[in-house]
């Protein structure tokens, strides 16, 4: 008795869910399509910093190639602010359609860690696209200072406690915190100095205020290769080929150092599958040129491209590694 009532009840609901899955059906079939026919107009490729940077020559190269690739004008346009955050914060926003992408850098991992009322996620509100560029950090002494190794200057500091400055291009930067990572394992102490951006804290460097700079390559190689500046080594797990002469950090004396900052495409969270496929596999096919490369040498920074679920993995571990070394180090943004 019991069956047969269950069996009259669930009967009529057999052409409910027919006509729930007919629906679903069709929301997916136009977005499919639009996906389909993408891109029809302009893209827009955000930088969240001012032009002139490493990370905006990176958009610029890769926008020009890419809108070749697609048919459509790639435009780079900037939104510098907050330490990236703004930038960020539009393209999280902005319609997940395929036609705003971001040039994220490396304080798109780090900005969860100093700023805790973040309005978006860099692993949540984001699709991962393709890892685009790795930006050797290069740590960097004042020609003064009598160290010309790594371990020189590890001596040289532990025997002068706290008579070291170190400039920090910005609080939340990954190059700051790749120095207080280096004074954790080195055992070191010295003094962090906060500058408004890469230029400033180079002139200090030159000028001697500051003897210890851990830098993006493209901000003191043409210093060091000129004789103004003494480069000691790099920060990555492996050399780099814009400096492959500089022997890294873990092979210098501190095993397992590994920090570099780097440059990926993003778009919005629900930007459709084709769309990020595409786009990878676009740029994939870009940044394996000769000419892309060199261009990308001429600037400090290595090529370094990924799927887009390898980005999505690496996103999740930089996030938390960078939390690590917040918490270990206490470092502030005030």
């Known amino acids: 008795m019991k069956t047969k009532d269950l069996t009259r009840r669930s009967a009529p609901s057999l052409p409910r869910r027919r006509i729930v899955l007919a629906a679903a059906c069709c929301s997916v079939a136009p977005g499919l399509a639009a996906a389909a026919a993408w891109p029809e107009r302009p893209l827009r490729l955000i930088v969240a910093f001012p032009p002139g940077g490493s990370t905006d020559m990176a958009a610029r190269v890769l926008a020009e190639q890419l809108g070749e690739a697609l048919g459509q004008p790639v435009i780079v346009e900037n939104k510098a602010g907050a330490s990236g955050n703004i930038g960020a914060d539009a393209v999280a926003r902005a ?77 939340a930067t990954l190059t700051r915190l790749s120095g207080e990572m280096f004074k954790l394992k080195a055992g070191v102490q010295w003094t962090t100095v906060h500058y408004k951006g890469g230029v400033p804290a180079v002139q200090d460097m030159l000028g001697g205020v500051a003897q210890v700079m851990f830098a993006n390559a493209s901000d003191v190689m043409a210093y060091v290769k000129a004789g103004r500046l003494r480069a000691l080594a790099v920060a990555s797990a492996k050399r780099s080929e814009v400096v492959p002469e500089l022997p890294t950090v873990a092979e210098s004396g501190l095993p397992g150092f590994d920090v570099s900052t780097w440059q990926a495409v993003v778009a919005p969270a629900g930007t459709p599958a084709p769309v990020v496929e595409r786009l990878n596999r676009e740029i994939g096919r870009i940044m394996a040129r000769p000419e892309v490369r060199q261009k990308f040498h001429g600037f400090g920074t290595d090529v370094a491209v990924s799927s887009p679920e390898e980005l999505g993995r690496f996103l999740e571990k930089e996030v938390a590694t960078i939390g690590e070394i917040v918490k270990q180090s206490g470092a502030k943004i005030d």
Request: no cysteine; glycine share 2%.
């Open 95 to 171: 319609p997940a359609d395929g036609y705003t992408l971001l040039m994220a850098a490396t304080s798109f991992a780090t900005s969860p860690s100093f700023f805790p009322n973040l309005s978006w996620s860099p692993t949540k509100d984001f699709a991962p696209v393709s890892m685009v560029a790795s930006v050797p950090i290069v740590v960097t002494v004042n020609n003064d200072l009598p160290v010309k190794s790594v371990a020189e200057l590890i001596d040289y500091a532990k025997r002068n406690p706290n008579k070291l400055n170190m400039a920090s291009p910005g609080a």
